[in-house]
């Protein structure tokens, strides 16, 4: 499966965005995807998963109750919705697949990163 990030940009602190990741080339319902971000100087971390059937997702502590994601299997597209940014939010962003993974996946499948800043 092939996954294609957009939606990043330049934010004010308090502001939203909202991140897709489109899928192509595999059966994509069957797919758990997550979102993972690295900031400048830091490792990758985990950010948001969605199991593969849509009934589970999971959050990291540092994002919870401010970023939702949710998927659209009839676009073949999971969405980062992320609202009360923060600038430690800043980071390149990358959406994440594996084939009937949880929402905790493992990835095997990545996309290119979009670029998230939020200026305070």
């Known amino acids: 499966v092939q996954l294609q990030a957009s939606g990043g940009g330049l934010v004010q602190a308090g502001g939203s965005l909202r991140l897709s990741c489109a899928a192509s080339?595999?059966?994509?319902?069957?797919?758990?995807v997550g979102w993972f971000r690295q900031a400048p100087g830091k490792e990758r971390e985990f950010v948001a998963g969605?199991?593969?059937?849509?009934?589970?997702?999971a959050y990291a502590d540092s994002v919870k109750g401010r970023f939702t994601i949710s998927r659209d299997n009839a676009k073949n597209t999971v969405y980062l919705q992320m609202n009360s940014l923060k600038p430690e939010d800043t980071a390149v962003y990358y959406c994440?697949?594996?084939?009937?993974?949880?929402?905790?996946?493992?990835?095997?499948?990545w996309g290119q990163g979009t670029l998230v800043t939020v200026s305070s």
């Open positions: 080339g595999g059966s994509f319902s069957s797919y758990a």
């Open positions: 969605i199991n593969w059937s849509g009934g589970r997702t």
């Open positions: 994440a697949a594996e084939a009937y993974g949880s929402s905790r996946l493992i990835p095997r499948y």
